[in-house]
């Protein structure tokens, strides 16, 4: 099969920002992850770290312990199992593991550009030049949940629903941020009067996540409980609004209480819009404001999760008004992402850290700037006056 002009670019395009992230990570590669500069040159990755730590460098199983297995859902650590069975033993044998991850990570990001450029035809090359979205590639696995989760608001818009359903489950096993699309799903199926579909696309979607879980939830019942033991025990954490609330001596009790309240009840105001609109958008065009939400209220937000963000922002931005919030947004981001790092560099003994108050003020202006643009989504999407008259007259008719 012969590929278009348009597939080519965006490999090509996609192809660069994977081998510039390569740059952005090679001091640590080139010093084994240890020392100051870790931080200091803004490289972290989880891809050696949890080699180590949860003992697949021993080729040990990610959920045979209760304490120590991997702090993700089933599919993501089977990547991580997969891979380290494969990685040459050896003193250098973490660096082979990062190797042979961020390759596979690179050919995601690639297969996530393609989507992406189905979906927005005219602007898919914002995603792979985003600065943002080049430092933080090969921090974690994301990229395994973000390919399938945009695949599944592809076929949805395609009305290939039970294909969406199963790769939506699939992305949910990888990393549980993709169950927040129900919610936009489910609002346009509703105001679709679409309840049958609604009904088979949730059956299929919790059928298909469940028996990818079930072997692990019988087989090894802690190991793989951990990750939601961990994520409903944790504290206020690193980029968060309620971490930023601390560093300013605002203490909140029950924040796992307020961070869920605060998300359904803004999630509750923007269906209540679409629901008072005469056409719903496209799933591509609303899938950011919800994972946007969640992200803006979560108890963390590590810096890889712009890659959740910006494959939405990029199929959402369709309209001319909307380009300025988008930069606004993007530009908060890559500030974030020096924010973070030059934060916990003062942890680590650098000599130039930011202060705590500075990087707190980081945490609020990027919560600012996405919320901002998820607004500017929402309002952009609304339909045009006269098909809003036309709405409420058929509505008082019926």
């Not at 992230?21 to 870790?38: A, E, I, L, R």
């Not at 069975?85 to 593991?97: F, R, V, W």
């Not at 980081?362 to 998820?374: D, H, T, V």
Request: net charge positive; hydrophobic share 55%.
């Amino acid at each position: 099969m012969r590929l278009s002009f348009t597939t080519k670019a965006v490999i090509a395009l996609a192809l660069f920002a994977a081998l510039l992230s390569c740059v952005k990570f090679d001091h640590c590669y080139n010093s084994n992850w240890t020392g100051v500069g870790v931080d200091v040159h803004e490289c972290y990755s989880d891809l050696p770290a949890l080699y180590d730590a949860r003992g697949l460098v021993n080729h040990l199983w990610p959920y045979s312990s209760a304490t120590n297995s991997v702090e993700y859902p089933p599919l993501t650590g089977v990547v991580m199992w997969a891979t380290a069975m494969i990685t040459p033993h050896g003193a250098n044998s973490d660096k082979y593991y990062f190797l042979i991850n961020i390759f596979l990570l690179a050919l995601l990001f690639i297969g996530t550009a393609v989507l992406v450029s189905k979906m927005n035809p005219n602007k898919w090359y914002l995603l792979p030049l985003l600065p943002a979205v080049i430092a933080s590639m090969y921090i974690n696995w994301d990229l395994w949940a973000v390919i399938t989760a945009v695949a599944a608001i592809y076929w949805f818009d395609r009305k290939r629903f039970d294909l969406s359903a199963l790769t939506l489950s699939v992305s949910i096993a990888t990393k549980f941020f993709p169950i927040v699309l129900l919610i936009p799903i489910l609002t346009i199926f509703i105001h679709r009067r679409e309840f049958a579909r609604a009904l088979r696309y949730l059956f299929i979607t919790a059928g298909f996540w469940l028996a990818i879980n079930l072997p692990f939830m019988f087989t090894t019942p802690s190991g793989w409980w951990r990750f939601f033991k961990l994520n409903g025990e944790r504290p206020a954490d690193l980029g968060s609004l309620w971490q930023a609330l601390n560093i300013f001596n605002i203490n909140p009790l029950h924040i796992n209480f307020y961070w869920i309240v605060l998300f359904l009840l803004t999630s509750l105001v923007v269906v209540r819009c679409l629901f008072r609109r005469a056409t719903i958008p496209r799933l591509a065009e609303i899938a950011f404001i919800f994972v946007a939400l969640f992200t803006a209220f979560n108890k963390v937000y590590s810096p890889q999760y712009v890659l959740w963000l910006a494959p939405l922002a990029v199929i959402a931005l369709t309209r001319k008004g909307d380009r300025a919030a988008f930069w606004v947004w993007q530009g908060a981001e890559a500030l974030y992402h020096f924010a973070i790092w030059e934060y916990l560099g003062g942890y680590a003994g650098a000599k130039f850290a930011l202060p705590p108050s500075w990087y707190a003020a980081f945490i609020l202006i990027r919560i600012s700037a996405s919320l901002f643009f998820a607004l500017r989504i929402l309002l952009s999407t609304r339909p045009k006056a006269s098909q809003e008259v036309e709405f409420l007259h058929s509505s008082v008719g019926s």
